[in-house]
């Protein structure tokens, strides 16, 4: 049962754009959703994470929205840069199940200089 | 920064043969997960400990797959034989402490298996 759906598998963004990244949930026990940017070859990265009893957080040009009815969080990355060129990965836990994490299947991003 | 070491980062290996990869966590973190992310999917948990404890071994192959962390340190995760269906990244996190509600959790670079 996939716990996690993420979507969309790949995306192409120029240069400056906004990337969007979706996630539903199924699990309302969930307490903690992560985004994680990887790299080919390296481990995930922690990228910025939100708790459900916030709607929005914002990292520099990472955000985060949370919708709890709707049980779906997205990330928005803005002023995309060609660097920023990896595979990102939501998440979700509950710390009644120790923390561990239910990843999506990850989303592929290319931004294009 | 302090970082998850984990070793070796590359392993070949023949179908049937045993395989054993290293995890060092963050210094301080008594919380350590062994992952494992099959090529274009996300990662998926294989076991967790608290300390020297195993909290979750549940999605663990025990016939052939087994980890420990004798001194509440370090972990080895072991395939005995490994198959070819093994060939993955390894990835091993940690996390401070299920006893501080500690949510983060930090990932090493991973131990990329191939199986021929």
């Known amino acids: 049962q996939q716990q996690v759906k993420q979507s969309p598998q790949s995306l192409i963004v120029q240069k400056g754009g906004i990337s969007i990244i979706n996630c539903a949930y199924e699990n309302t026990a969930f307490d903690y959703f992560p985004w994680y940017q990887q790299f080919p070859g390296k481990g995930p990265a922690l990228l910025i994470a939100?708790?459900?009893?916030?709607s929005e957080k914002k990292e520099g040009r990472f955000t985060i929205s949370f919708n709890k009815s709707a049980k779906q969080f997205s990330l928005h990355i803005m002023d995309s840069q060609p660097g920023d060129s990896a595979t990102y990965f939501c998440a979700a836990s509950r710390q009644t199940a120790g923390n561990k994490l239910t990843f999506g299947g990850g989303t592929r991003v290319l931004v294009k200089p | 920064e302090a970082e998850v070491a984990q070793s070796p980062r590359y392993k070949i290996t023949e179908k049937s043969q045993a395989v054993a990869f290293w995890c060092d966590p963050i210094s301080g973190h008594a919380t350590l997960y062994w992952y494992r992310q099959i090529l274009g999917q996300g990662p998926e948990l294989l076991v967790q400990?608290?300390?020297?404890?195993?909290?979750?071994d549940s999605q663990l192959p025990k016939d052939r797959f087994s980890a420990e962390r004798l001194k509440g340190v370090d972990s080895t995760l072991k395939i005995q034989p490994a198959e070819l269906g093994d060939s993955a990244m390894y990835l091993c996190?940690?996390?401070?402490?299920?006893?501080?509600?500690?949510?983060?959790?930090?990932f090493g670079p991973g131990t990329r298996l191939t199986v021929t």
């Open positions: 400990f608290q300390d020297e404890s195993v909290v979750d």
């Open positions: 996190a940690s996390s401070l402490s299920l006893a501080l509600s500690s949510y983060e959790q930090y």
């Open positions: 939100i708790r459900p009893d916030v």
